[in-house]
């Protein structure tokens, strides 16, 4: 089992920057982090994942050259979001996952999932 508790959203005007964190308890090793983001009406996207060792992650189109996502030990993983948008705007997750890392894209293939923190970009 694995708990995961998101923090750091926030509203901020377009252009700005936050960095969400999310802390990992339980088990902490082996699994994958991913971020993903719900839009009111929307299904819930993905927007980047890391490795469980750090040594290899993958964004989302949308956020590619302006996120950035880390892992500094087995129990954080942080993702900094730069130059941020209105369209950015969403309920963030983030959840873990032990299946192999060519589904890392895929919201059905996480464990387990944090309860959210909200992001708003004013324009």
């Known amino acids: 089992q694995v708990q995961l508790v998101e923090s750091g959203g926030g509203l901020v005007q377009a252009g700005g920057s936050l960095r969400l964190s999310c802390a990992a308890s339980g088990r902490t090793f082996g699994y994958a982090v991913g971020w993903f983001r719900q839009a009111p009406g929307k299904e819930r996207d993905f927007v980047a994942t890391?490795?469980?060792?750090?040594?290899?992650s993958d964004y989302a189109d949308s956020v590619k050259g302006r996120f950035t996502i880390a892992r500094d030990n087995a129990e954080m993983v942080y993702l900094q979001m730069n130059s941020l948008k209105p369209e950015d705007t969403a309920l963030y997750y983030c959840?873990?996952?032990?299946?192999?890392?060519?589904?890392?894209?895929?919201?059905?293939?996480?464990?387990?999932w944090g309860q959210g923190t909200q992001v708003t970009i004013s324009s």
């Open positions: 959840a873990a996952s032990m299946k192999p890392w060519s589904s890392r894209r895929d919201r059905n293939e996480y464990d387990w």
């Open positions: 890391i490795t469980w060792n750090g040594g290899n």
